[in-house]
């Protein structure tokens, strides 16, 4: 295991959630708590992004943002990582094939909000992502119906299961859109309402 990287044995599950985390927000607290439970994970591992390639503004001080997401995610279950800092990498999909390359006999589930399904194949190498680790795709206010339309859900309808705690045990192509209570806490709001600094 390479210094300072969070420790996983072989066998174990882990969810990776990234994103800019511009600010980390109880909306995020929410989906991975959910995602822990509803999904059995045994960790999830958030990735903070040194930045976000198909926005415009760029975020916040990378430091800043982990030292806010280590605020409000306090779990002994959780991780708050700057992994592709580390790794070097920028397109998910390439800090996938890293990290799996590192945890040999970890399987990993990529975790996103419904919203980020909508524009999914805008990613890099987007279906790539979907061969490699199965996904979950949580619930958020608003994007339920854009999400089960979006280009990506269409293209892997077939891969589709009909319940989250199935995932721990299917090998990818394969992903589930997961119910649960909603929590509508945005960065983008808070950011609009002062809450936060408008980055760089």
């Known amino acids: 295991m390479r210094a300072g990287f ?7 599950v882990v969810g990776l959630l990234g994103g800019s985390f511009d600010p ?10 959910e995602a822990l439970k509803r999904l059995g994970l045994d960790q999830v591992w958030w990735l903070v992004t040194p930045a976000n390639p198909l926005k415009a503004r ?3 001080p990378l430091a800043e943002r982990i030292a806010r997401a280590k605020a409000v995610m306090r779990h002994p279950k959780v991780r708050i990582t700057a992994l592709e800092e ?3 990498t920028r397109a998910t999909a390439d800090t996938i094939d890293r990290l799996r390359a590192i945890y040999p006999g970890v399987t990993f589930v990529w975790l996103m909000g419904a919203d980020n399904l909508v524009q999914f194949h805008k990613w890099g190498r987007w279906r790539d992502i979907l061969r490699a680790v199965p996904v979950g795709v949580l619930a958020r206010p608003g994007s339920g119906v854009a999400a089960r339309l979006s280009v990506a859900a269409r293209a892997f309808r077939v891969n589709q299961v009909d319940r ?11 992903w589930a859109f997961v119910n649960l209570p909603m929590n509508d806490a945005s960065s983008t709001e808070i950011r609009a ?5 408008s980055g760089r």
Not at 193 to 197: L, Q, T
């Open 86 to 88: 580390a790794l070097g």
């Open 193 to 197: 309402r002062g809450g936060w600094r």
């Open 24 to 33: 980390a927000h109880e909306g995020h607290v929410h989906i991975t708590r």
């Open 164 to 174: 989250g705690e199935t995932l721990r045990g299917r090998r990818a192509p394969v």
């Open 58 to 60: 760029q975020p916040a």
């Open 6 to 12: 969070p420790v996983a044995a072989r066998g174990m």
